[in-house]
């Protein structure tokens, strides 16, 4: 009697066991599933005014192994610092092999892509009328009347002529060191890359707004996005670096690019017109035949497999990179020292593999 009773309650505990063992397995696969299936964001419609919601490498749309091999392949580049990738609207890779998530970069030439969105919101609200503006009519005593004849559109497109002399910060008079040098042809005829000519657009919207760039975007655009830690160098004559200048978060950069994924708004305010947010990312100076790079308002163009990528970049390795197929932000920073193998396999690493790990959204 006292045998049976013993393997009842024996058979009684491992009943009890089992069970419990079977619930605690649904509830852990219950769990997993729940972990690799996110709520869909309104990744067109954030307010980046919050910090980024972050998400996981292991949800559908992202192949997680590729992925990882192309963080992992970017970090063991000798001049790579971070990288930020967001989405669908979420935060999903934040990696920093120097610095930190308070660390202001300097993103060198990014800063002439904050100035084209700075000039498309004054043509916005009316302040200035529009880019077919010329330099002489800000500047009605310039003596030189080709000069004078450079448009706002013309600064924009890198077409002004103008030569590439980064010097100008240096100088008692910038706007008048930079005017001085002879053009490199009539401007609209060619495309040449010059920082010399972007600050010249700087005061352009200084003399439009009646306050410098960095002041302009304090009221019109930085808090819009949640930016308030970063800086803006000045000229002699505190006007904002349009050629370079910016140093700011990586996080905040991803910021700046998920708003033209935005198509210019947030939180259903209009921050960017939709109209200017196309020109910046309309490919105006092809560079080949086949427009497979070019330019747009001091923003560069590339065709990968057919999708288009529009980025601003800076000296050393600073990239925005927006692929609005893929609802996909990149933000890179890297060390200024120059090295031309590190932009090419870097390029690889991102074009190849890093693009590639992420599905197209189906609209």
Request: glycine residues 8%; charged residues 20%.
């Amino acid at each position: 009697m006292h045998i049976l009773t013993t393997m009842k309650n024996r058979s009684t505990y491992i009943f009890i066991i089992n069970a419990f063992l079977l619930l605690f397995l649904s509830i852990s696969c219950t769990d997993t599933n729940q972990e690799e299936k996110e709520s869909i964001l309104d990744w067109r419609n954030l307010d980046l005014t919050k910090e980024w919601q972050t998400g996981k490498t292991n949800v559908e749309g992202i192949d997680t192994e590729k992925l990882n091999e192309g963080i992992a392949s970017a970090r063991e580049l000798v001049n790579f610092y971070s990288i930020a990738i967001v989405y669908k609207g979420r935060l999903v890779v934040e990696e920093y092999k120097y610095g930190g998530s308070n660390t202001k970069y300097p993103v060198w030439s990014v800063t002439k892509s904050f100035l084209s969105a700075l000039t498309g919101i004054a043509i916005d609200k009316g302040i200035l009328a529009d880019e077919y503006q010329s330099l002489d009519s800000f500047y009605p005593d310039l003596t030189d009347s080709v000069k004078g004849k450079i448009s706002v559109a013309h600064l924009l497109t890198m077409s002004s002529g103008i030569p590439d002399n980064t010097s100008y910060m240096n100088e008692a008079y910038p706007l008048q060191f930079i005017i001085d040098k002879d053009l490199l042809y009539p401007s609209g005829t060619y495309w040449n890359y010059t920082s010399a000519g972007t600050h010249v657009l700087s005061y352009i919207l200084t003399a439009s707004t009646k306050e410098s760039a960095n002041s302009f975007a304090k009221t019109h655009l930085f808090p819009k996005l949640g930016i308030i830690d970063y800086t803006w160098q000045d000229d002699a004559y505190g006007i904002s670096n349009g050629g370079f200048g910016l140093n700011m978060r990586l996080r905040d950069m991803a910021k700046f690019g998920q708003i033209f994924l935005q198509n210019g708004k947030s939180a259903g305010e209009e921050i960017i017109s939709p109209g200017w947010v196309n020109k910046s990312s309309e490919m105006i100076v092809p560079f080949n035949e086949d427009k497979t790079d070019g330019y747009g308002y001091l923003w560069w163009m590339r065709m990968v497999n057919g999708e288009k990528i529009y980025y601003a970049a800076g000296y050393g390795g600073q990239y925005i990179m927006v692929v609005s197929t893929k609802a996909l932000v990149v933000a890179i920073t890297s060390s200024s020292q120059y090295s031309g193998a590190y932009g090419q396999d870097l390029n690889r690493i991102f074009y190849q593999e890093i693009i590639g790990s992420f599905s197209a959204v189906i609209e």
